[in-house]
C-alpha cells in the first residue's frame, strides 16, 4: 500500500513565502488534500482538488502537484500560520483507504 | 452550516470495547454524496484515518483496524458511532469524527472538535 511522506519541520520568516511537499506515489492518480492543525483545536482544510480552497481559507494558500509531490504554498506567511499541515489523500486500492501524511510543523520566524 | 460533536467515556479499561457517538446538527446525515468519518490522533502524532460509513450506507475501515472497527448510523437521532473492540493502551488518542466529501480525493470539510480517550485499567 501507499504511503505519504512530509518533512518533521520547516521554518519560514514573516511575509515570506514556504512550500510543504507531500510525496506518495498515490499522488500520480490522486490529488492531495491539505489540513491546518493548530495546538489543541481540530485541523482544519485549507486547500483540496486542483488549487481549491474551502471558503474562508485566504488566497495566501494554494495546492499544486507534480509527479508523485504535492506541495502546499503559503506566500506571505503570517504568525497566525504556524501550526501542523497534514497532507492526505487515498490509496491506489480497488478499496478505498484513506491516507494521511506525519504532518509538518511549520514554524513562522 | 453543519456541526459535529463528539461523545463519549473518557476512560476504557484493556480488553473492553470502546465506543464513541459523534451527533450531527444542519444537516440530514442521510442525503448527500457524503460520508461519516472517524479520525484519530495519539498524543503528539499524526492524524490515523479509522473508517466511515456513507450516506446512503456502506463503510469503509482503515485495513490496520477493520477486524475490531465498526462504524454505524443512526439517522433518528442524527447520529453515527464508533466501536472499537479489545483496545489496548495504543488505541489512546484524541478522536474526531467528520464529514467527507464524496469525490475522489478524500476531502474532511467539517471537524468536531475531538474526544479524548485514554485506554488504562
Known amino acids: 500500500s501507499s504511503e505519504l511522506t512530509q518533512d518533521p519541520a520547516v521554518s519560514v520568516a514573516l511575509g515570506q513565502t514556504v512550500k510543504i511537499t507531500c510525496q506518495g506515489d498515490?499522488?500520480?492518480?490522486?490529488?492531495a488534500t491539505w489540513y491546518q492543525q493548530k495546538p489543541g483545536q481540530a485541523p482544519v482544510l485549507v486547500a483540496f482538488?486542483?488549487?481549491l480552497r474551502p471558503s474562508g481559507i485566504p488566497d495566501r494558500f494554494s495546492g499544486s502537484s507534480s509527479g508523485t509531490t504535492a506541495s502546499l504554498t503559503i506566500t506571505g506567511a503570517l504568525a497566525e500560520d504556524e501550526a501542523d499541515y497534514y497532507c492526505?489523500?487515498?490509496?491506489?486500492?480497488?478499496?478505498?483507504?484513506?491516507?494521511f501524511g506525519g504532518g509538518t510543523k511549520l514554524t513562522v520566524l | 452550516q453543519v456541526l459535529l460533536q463528539e461523545s463519549g467515556p473518557g476512560l476504557v479499561k484493556p480488553s473492553q470495547t470502546l465506543s464513541l457517538t459523534c451527533t450531527v446538527s444542519?444537516?440530514?446525515?442521510?442525503?448527500?454524496?457524503?460520508?461519516w468519518t472517524w479520525i484519530r490522533q495519539p498524543a503528539g502524532k499524526a492524524l490515523e484515518w479509522i473508517g466511515h460509513?456513507?450516506?446512503?450506507?456502506?463503510?469503509k475501515y482503515s485495513p490496520s483496524l477493520k477486524s475490531r472497527v465498526t462504524i454505524s448510523l443512526d439517522p433518528s437521532k442524527s447520529q453515527f458511532s464508533l466501536n472499537v473492540t479489545s483496545v489496548t493502551a495504543a488505541d489512546t488518542a484524541l478522536y474526531f469524527c467528520?464529514?467527507?466529501?464524496?469525490?475522489?480525493?478524500?476531502?474532511?470539510?467539517?471537524w468536531g472538535q475531538g474526544t479524548l480517550v485514554a485506554v488504562s485499567s
Open positions: 467528520a464529514r467527507g466529501l464524496a469525490s475522489r480525493t478524500p476531502t474532511f470539510e467539517a
Open positions: 444542519g444537516v440530514s446525515i442521510t442525503t448527500g454524496s457524503y460520508y
Open positions: 460509513v456513507y450516506a446512503r450506507g456502506g463503510t
Open positions: 498515490n499522488l500520480r492518480s490522486y490529488s
Open positions: 482538488g486542483q488549487n
Open positions: 492526505s489523500s487515498r490509496d491506489t486500492s480497488i478499496d478505498f483507504v484513506v491516507l
